[in-house]
C-alpha cells in the first residue's frame, strides 16, 4: 500500500478501535437497525431509505445460494446480513481492526462458516475472476474513485451480468450541505484526502461497466442531517418526523417538475452493471 492508503487504514484502525465493539446480530435486530425513521415507531436509521433501496437492488429476498462481495466492509454488519439471509459471503477492508471486529461479531451470530473476511487492497483483489453475483459496498465509492484500478478490479471478479451497488453520502454539487458534511467528517476521522462525491467520479469509475444508473435521495429533505438525534431518539421526535414527510413530499413535487436539480440532492445509491 501505498504512504496515503496507509495513512487512511491506520486512521480508520483508530476510528474502530476507540468507538465500535463486537456483537451479536441476528436479521431482525440488523433490519431494525437500518430501517428508516420515518417507517418505525421508535428510533430508526436517517439513511435507512436509501439502505433500503440498495440492499433490495442487492435483491437480499433472494440470496440463498449466491456469492456476494461486501466491498470496503468496515466492521461487517452488512456482511453478516447477508449470511443470514442465505448467502455465502466474502467481505474485505483495509482495516485490521474492522475485520477482526467483524470475523468476532460473526462468530457471535453464528455465522463464521458463511462470511470470510480479510485484509484487502481494493487496487489488487485476491479474488478469481467472475466469482461473486453481486457486490455492495456503503460509504466508499467517495474514496475508491480516486484509484482507476479498483473499479477494473471489482469489475474482473463479478460474473457477466452481475451488479455493484454503492450507498453513498451526499453529491458534492451542494455548497450549503458540503460544509455540514466537511465538519461531520472531521469531528469523527481525519483521513487527510477524504472528498466529495461528483457526477464525473461516479461516471469515470463506471468506465469498465456496461451500465451506471444513479438514484437520487432528498433535496430539502437534507435537513435531517442537522436533526439526527431528535428523529432518532428525542423527546419531540414526532414533530420533526413530521416536518421531514412535509420535505419528502416537497422534494418529489420539485424532483418531478425540475429533475436537473437532482444533482443538488443528498444521497445516492449507484449501480454499476457489468455486460
Known sequence: ????????????????????RSHKWTKESIEARLAYVLDVEQGG?????EIQHALRLVGTHDLAGKTVLDYCCGTGITAIYFALCGATVYA????????????ESAALSGVQDSVRFSVQDARKLTYRDGVFDVAFCRSALHIVVGYPECSLELRRVLRPGAKAVFCEEALGHNPAFECVRWF???RWHDTGDDRALKYSDICAFGQPFARTVVHHFHLFALGKRAFKKQLEHGPLRGW????????????RCVLESAPWLERFCGPVVVEYVKE
Not at 7 to 16: G, K, L, T
Not at 45 to 49: C, D, E, F, M, V
Open 240 to 251: 420533526f418526523c413530521t416536518f421531514l414527510r412535509a420535505m419528502e413530499a416537497t422534494d
Open 1 to 20: 500500500m501505498d504512504d496515503i492508503v496507509k495513512s487512511r487504514a491506520a486512521a480508520y484502525d483508530q476510528h474502530y478501535r476507540t468507538l465500535w
Open 45 to 49: 436509521n436517517i439513511a435507512g431509505k
Open 92 to 103: 474485505f477492508d483495509a482495516s485490521q481492526v474492522a475485520v477482526d471486529i467483524a470475523r
Open 184 to 186: 461531520l467528517r472531521r
